[in-house]
């Protein structure tokens, strides 16, 4: 592993613009269980059924509910940046990474210090009305729902509030996406971190990528597009990004 990351810190040293993806591996050392796989929420505790749009829209009492539920079930109350996301903002910092691009939506690159993260299915940080679009701070809202506001509605309008996250049978944020490309196509060096890419249209980015610059997996586990990747980086996040970070401050 040690050539691995020797690799990948040379491969950051020559790019002139680098970009990270994010999965679901960067946060589980936060205490944040993924969705899928074998210890993955779906099918062990929740149904994604139960968080479709379609749900939001005919039930949102229920689906609030069950919203409630699956936060706790998910986030400790103590979570908190852990290193690897500490490494990707000290790596923003030092000016070596242009952006973080996310499939997470806890907000802890945010609370690392990350500043310029697309967060390609959205906040679990933020609520929005469905109504006039206003949004807002989610802590207070949760609060709201679980002293029995379910649905919350919008101090603005009333409306029904939503979490600014994207449910199933939502699209992405065509803003997120349209940037995250453009964000690949212009990268030289490209690492995707703790991602399955499996879970499109985020695992399509690796693949721009490495049509004009190098592409990195950092991740425990095989994944699709190791073959065409310039590094691989098997081990964890946590351990990895943190030496990155060291090495690259010593030269």
């Not at 810190?9 to 899928?36: K, M, N, Q, Y």
């Not at 933020?126 to 506001?149: H, K, S, Y």
């Not at 490309?181 to 995707?192: G, I, K, N, T, V």
């Not at 990747?229 to 946590?238: K, Q």
């Amino acid at each position: 592993m040690e050539d691995d990351i020797a690799a990948l810190v040379e491969a950051l040293e020559d790019a002139g613009h680098a970009v990270v993806l994010t999965g679901a591996g960067v946060s589980t050392a936060s205490g944040i269980p993924s969705f899928r796989g074998d210890d993955g929420v779906w099918g062990r505790q929740f149904s994604p059924r139960d968080f479709e749009l379609a749900r939001f829209e005919s039930d949102p009492a229920g689906f609030w509910r069950d919203r409630l539920r699956l936060r706790e079930a998910m986030i400790p109350e103590d979570v908190a940046p852990n290193p690897a996301h500490e490494a990707l903002a000290a790596l923003e910092a030092d000016g070596v990474l242009d952006a973080v691009v996310t499939q997470n939506t806890d907000g802890l690159h945010r609370a690392a210090g990350s500043e310029r993260v697309i967060e390609l299915h959205g906040s679990g940080e933020r609520v929005v009305c469905r109504d006039c679009g206003a949004g807002f701070d989610a802590a207070p809202v949760r609060d709201r729902a679980a002293n029995g506001e379910v649905p919350p509605r919008c101090a603005d309008c009333g409306g029904v509030l939503k979490p600014a996250v994207v449910l199933f049978g939502e699209e992405l944020p065509d803003d997120a996406f349209r940037e995250a490309r453009r964000l690949a196509r212009e990268s030289d060096a490209f690492l995707a971190i703790g991602s399955s890419l499996v879970v499109e249209p985020a695992a399509s980015l690796p693949a721009e990528a490495a049509q004009s610059g190098q592409l990195a997996i950092v991740n425990r586990n095989e994944t699709p597009h190791a073959s065409r990747a310039d590094v691989v980086v098997r081990g964890d996040v946590t351990d990895v990004l943190p030496r990155v970070v060291e090495r690259l401050r010593a030269e």
